[in-house]
């Protein structure tokens, strides 16, 4: 079974930039998509981007022209460079798959599986 594992995650001042990085271990990712979540605390977990295997990208509006997702098949990883990054957008922030088409987006949490542990971003002033 294929295993997730999240990092880059760390303590930043706003306006700063992080790049979290999710490898994937025990097999070859290959998925109709994989994308970032983000949980922040109280809240339920949700969507950030996600990019689909016929190279469509999504961002949830918030993050759109400030985070950019990339995968690199051949280190079988996925990225999000995170810049600008505001308090909001503290979180735990997750990596995972899914096999159908048509999940990304919306980007519902239901259809998505193979999740990692996370990596805390944490944005303070």
């Known amino acids: 079974q294929v295993q997730f594992v999240e990092s880059g995650g760390d303590l930043v001042r706003p306006g700063e930039s992080l790049k979290l990085s999710c490898v994937a271990s025990g097999g070859t990712m290959v998925y109709a998509a994989v994308g970032w979540f983000c949980q922040a605390p109280g809240k339920e977990r949700e969507g950030v981007s996600c990019?689909?295997?016929?190279?469509?990208?999504w961002y949830t509006e918030s993050v759109e022209g400030r985070f950019t997702i990339s995968r690199d098949y051949a280190k079988n990883a996925v990225y999000l460079q995170m810049d600008t990054l505001t308090p909001e957008d503290t979180a735990v922030y997750y990596c995972?798959?899914?096999?159908?088409?048509?999940?990304?987006?919306?980007?519902?949490?239901?259809?998505?599986?193979?999740w990692g542990q996370g990596t805390q971003v944490t944005v303070f002033s």
């Open positions: 995972a798959t899914t096999d159908r088409f048509f999940a990304c987006p919306p980007m519902s949490t239901s259809d998505f599986g193979s």
């Open positions: 990019v689909h295997v016929n190279g469509g990208m």
